[in-house]
């Protein structure tokens, strides 16, 4: 056993050393980590220079190429060393020093798209090639190999996989699928044969396209027979999935419309006010999360969490003020409380405009909320998505437990059936006026904060969803909660899956000419309020 | 009472009639069309500023003709149909010798026919379409042969196969994307290698369009995206690549309507790579631009405040107008229009901007990668400067168009084949 690892051992060396030989390129390692750090070098050239320094035995090698990757390489503008940047402190390439110069001499090594991309290949090699790293680290970057290596690069993995396929069974599996994927390109029918069945139990897409040209344009006839039953599978599965897919973005767009909605559901439906400064109430939300994140600048993501009943407050407050000094003035006259509200909406746009300037601001997404859970190479979900869905359904069963168990939400439901009924009762409908505003304008500031995740933080937030707001309360019957939410999640899927057969401007449209239709059939919406006043 | 009441208006009607005499005499007004409230404040308020900033500059080297310029800013509010109206009050009513405005193709050209009849001057900074051409405009921005094609030239030798072609719903996308497929097609790619989608101004919701975007290119075949998308859309757009992991490495998208000051509003970490292609970076290395860039910040108070390639166009118009105007000797809306055709004034790259006999001038052309501090990384330019194209050798309603304000042709759409002016159902 101990000799065979040896004769391995060997075997790699001579390996390395044929590669090395066999790369044409006179560059030593020094001159190449010269060129690398001169900032007068050519993109073409340092890229030449990172494939010298990868087929070198120095050790310093995969950190700066990984360092490369990420942008934390630096050069000195002294003496031409190399740093990488890590946890704040600038290390010398090859001596790990701690760097004690001045920070301005250190410049970023630029690089462009091509070497981002050769780097990252590059790296993933020396990760498979890497047996201090865990079984999955190498799996994953056998994964992202797949249709990406050329033929040569599979002769140097088959021997990582001959070597790891005892201990590793499931690396020197997906290492199958990498040489595989470049065996698709060999000239022999039978090698392309072989390789195609090997894939077939592979379900990604990434290979879809080379299925389809083999189907095509293979000579062999068997070869294209073969790749057609393999491309037909994988586009079902495709299929499905986008299918899935655009279910589950329907519901996040239709939790957004929810959440906006369904302040403006209290507002609007409950109290009859039509309320269109609702939309600068959300951006005031959203505007609380920016300051919140000016306030605690290392830690946006408790920032965020914080801003949530900050926002609320602060969005309820303005909320009760607009309340008490314009609206309560005008209760019964629709159209001048319209009027009213939107020159408030005007007030509050350009007193953002003033304050934070009209420039949008940058609202940091927390690391918890950014990238996606990958369900499989077909689907992934992404968290800030699945997060506002969790938050819509978490605001809309507290709003709905307020409403049904609380002495307020009695009031509210009260003062709102039939206002006089409810003051002789001995319920100070002024009082509830104020709050059920307040309540309103409150979620609205919540639905700012999930916006703030998802869209501009300016001060032109609000007019973006004022009017899908509206369009959501007026479908889904005013005053109930619940017909938001149906008609919320039915407005955001039917969106979502005619965006993709119409287009976005055309699926729009026939949104707002489905619910014109379906509003003069039922002019109460989804789910009609019972109650005594209702014809008022 | 009565009596300090009427000194206080003796006061004022003397210093009225005082400022008005000296308006008169001694100084030369300019008109400021930028909307300072509404969707395009965000955009169009610094070039007001860079304009006020530049104005301060002139006057303080002794203005122009000796006399001092005297800047009139209006706001049309992002309202279209306002930008016409207070054009006509800036001309008729202010009597300005050149107007500096509008961002959008719409609001130039709703100011167009304004302009025309009352033979005003109005200076454009921003890239548009193209398809145009009048004897009262100068377009300072670029036109698609100056930011559009070259992108895609650069594209193509990074070996991108496929290509997913996304903008805003109005009439400077559809008219390049038009442009672009055209170009493409020219280059042997098919209908089957292009995708195509436009969405509405401010679209917030972008996973369907982005999820597509990554089924159509990560088949194993190199794919772009070129993005007309404008203004605010840009921000949710680039927040759900990020999110959906659509890194440039993988997908490069290239922007169009994407500078330094639409960056402000996003965390550039996960966008580093993405390109944009433009005229101008603030990053360009070059002693004017330093000394720009230090003016701007001076004169705004505000390190942090960036410029952009509009600015730069502002930069280039402005100079050239105090040029021609000493050129001509005269104020006189002709004589400065003949004038303007051939100045050449030096750009902030380093290079020199010289006025067209079409109105448009020339530009380098420069393509860079987006940073993570957000600024950009130039990582390829023309060798020297474009000369824009008004009409598009690409369409085929236009490619036989030329235009040349000079005596004797002075027309803006001259059809070679025909060998006549307003040789174009799509008459200027």
């Known amino acids: 056993m101990i000799l065979i690892k040896v004769i391995y051992k060997a075997l790699f060396t001579l390996s390395l050393f044929l590669m090395l030989s066999s790369s044409a390129f006179a560059l030593t390692s020094d ?14 050239a340092k890229l030449e220079a990172f494939y010298t320094l990868s087929d070198s035995s120095e050790k310093y090698v995969p950190v700066l190429i990984d360092a490369a990757k990420n942008s934390n390489l630096y050069y000195s503008r002294k003496d031409s060393e190399l740093y990488v940047l890590a946890n704040g402190n600038y290390f010398n390439v090859k001596t790990s020093k701690v760097f004690s110069g001045k920070k301005r001499d250190l410049k ?78 060999s000239q022999e029918p039978k090698i392309r044969n072989g390789a195609m069945r090997i894939l077939a139990n592979l379900n990604s897409p990434i290979l879809i396209q080379k299925f389809e040209d083999i189907a095509k344009n293979d000579s062999d006839i068997s070869n294209r027979v073969y790749a057609e039953k393999i491309y037909k599978n994988l586009s079902s599965t495709q299929s499905f999935y986008s299918g899935v897919e655009t279910l589950y973005f329907g519901i996040s767009l239709g939790s957004v419309l929810v959440l906006a909605a369904i302040g403006l559901t209290i507002t609007f439906g409950v109290m009859g006010v039509i309320n269109m400064a609702h939309g600068e109430l959300m951006m005031i939300g959203a505007y609380t999360v920016y300051v919140m994140q000016q306030a605690l ?92 869905i969790i938050f819509c359904l978490a605001v809309f069963f507290a709003l709905r437990h307020i409403l049904k168990h609380s002495r307020l939400g009695l009031e509210v439901r009260a003062v709102s059936q039939n206002r006089a009924m409810a003051r002789n009762m001995g319920v100070r409908s002024e009082r509830v006026n104020a709050l059920t505003f307040g309540l309103g304008s409150g979620i609205a500031g919540l639905a700012g904060v999930a916006l703030s995740q998802l869209t501009n933080v300016g001060p032109n937030l609000g007019q973006n969803y004022i009017v899908d707001s509206f369009l959501v309360v007026v479908f889904g019957g005013s005053g109930n909660i619940w017909g938001t939410m149906v008609a919320g999640m039915t407005l955001g899927i039917a969106n979502k899956v005619l965006e993709p057969v119409a287009g976005a401007m055309l699926g729009k449209i026939l949104i707002l000419i489905g619910v014109i239709i379906f509003i003069q059939r039922r002019p109460r919406g989804l789910f009609p309020q019972r109650g005594r006043n209702v014809e008022d | 009472m009565v009596k300090i009441k009427n000194l206080f208006a003796a006061m004022a009607l003397s210093t009225v009639v005082a400022t008005s005499a000296m308006a008169a005499e001694d100084t030369i007004k300019i008109g400021v069309l930028h909307s300072l409230s509404g969707t395009m404040a965000i955009s169009e308020t610094s070039l007001k500023d860079t304009l006020l900033m530049l104005v301060n500059e002139q006057n303080k080297k002794g203005g122009v003709l000796g006399k001092k310029i005297e800047p009139v800013v209006v706001d049309p509010a992002s309202n279209w149909p306002l930008f016409a109206e207070k054009t006509r009050e800036l001309l008729q009513k202010e009597k300005v010798s050149a107007i500096f405005g509008c961002w959008t193709s719409v609001s130039r050209k709703s100011v167009l026919p304004v302009v025309e009849e009352l033979n005003g001057i109005l200076f454009y900074p921003v890239q548009y379409e193209g398809e145009e051409s009048s004897k009262n405009v100068f377009y300072t921005g670029a036109a698609p042969n100056q930011q559009a094609i070259p992108a895609v030239d650069y594209l193509l030798k990074q070996g991108v196969k496929r290509w997913a072609l996304v903008g805003t719903d109005y009439v400077y996308p559809r008219t390049a994307n038009k442009i672009l497929e055209a170009y493409l097609k020219s280059k042997g790619f098919s209908d089957k290698d292009i995708i195509v989608s436009y969405t509405p101004f401010g679209h917030s919701d972008w996973q369907s369009i982005v999820s597509d975007i990554k089924k159509f290119g990560s088949t194993g075949v190199k794919t772009a995206v070129i993005s007309t998308i404008n203004g605010d859309a840009n921000v949710p757009f680039y927040k759900e690549l990020a999110n959906q992991g659509v890194s440039a490495k993988d997908i490069p998208v290239i922007a169009f309507s994407v500078g330094e000051e639409e960056l402000a509003g996003i965390d550039t970490k996960p966008l580093v790579g993405h390109l944009a292609a433009w005229n101008y970076f603030e990053s360009v290395d070059s002693e004017v631009n330093d000394e720009f860039v230090d003016k701007w910040h001076k004169f705004i108070g505000n390190e942090s405040r960036v410029t952009n390639d509009p600015m730069e166009a502002t930069y280039i118009g402005f100079n050239m107008w105090v040029k021609a105007v000493e050129k001509a000797g005269t104020t006189d809306s002709d004589a400065v229009q003949d004038a303007l055709i051939g100045v050449a004034v030096p750009n902030l790259s380093g290079g020199i901007a010289t006025m067209m006999p079409n109105h448009h001038i020339t530009k380098p052309v420069l393509i860079g990668e987006i940073q993570d501090d957000g600024q950009f990384l130039i990582v390829d330019s023309t060798k020297g400067t474009v000369v824009g194209d008004a009409w598009s050798d690409y369409l085929p309603g236009s490619k036989d168009l030329i235009s040349d304000w000079r005596k004797p042709m002075k027309c803006g759409n001259y059809n070679v084949k025909l060998g006549k002016c307003g040789g174009s159902a799509d008459k200027k």
């Not at chain 1, 001159?31 to 073409?44: L, M, T």
């Not at chain 1, 050329?150 to 199958?176: G, H, V």
Request: aromatic share 8%.
């Open chain 1, 31 to 44: 001159e190449a980590y010269a060129v690398i750090s001169n900032k007068q070098s050519s993109f073409d």
């Open chain 1, 108 to 185: 970023r090594v630029a690089i462009n798209n091509q070497i981002r991309e050769s780097l990252a290949l590059l790296s993933e090699m020396k990760t498979l090639e890497d047996k201090t790293l865990s079984e999955d680290a190498r799996i994953e970057s056998a994964h992202n190999l797949i249709g990406k290596v050329s033929i040569s690069d599979a002769s140097r993995l088959q021997f990582i996989r001959d070597t790891s396929i005892s201990d590793f069974p499931e690396l020197a599996e997906n290492l199958d699928y990498v040489i595989a994927s470049a065996d698709l390109n």
């Open chain 1, 297 to 388: 600048p290392n830690n946006p993501g408790l920032a965020l969490l914080l801003s949530i009943p900050m926002a609320f407050l602060v969005s309820g407050l303005t909320g009760i003020i607009i309340e008490r000094t314009v609206i309560r003035y005008l209760y019964g006259r629709p159209l001048e409380t319209l009027l009213a509200t939107f020159g408030i909406s005007l007030l509050l746009q350009q007193g953002v405009r003033t304050i934070f300037t009209a420039l949008n601001k940058n609202v940091v997404i927390p690391d918890f909320l950014s990238g996606a859970i990958k369900i499989n190479d077909f689907f992934s979900i992404t968290y800030s998505r699945f997060y506002i």
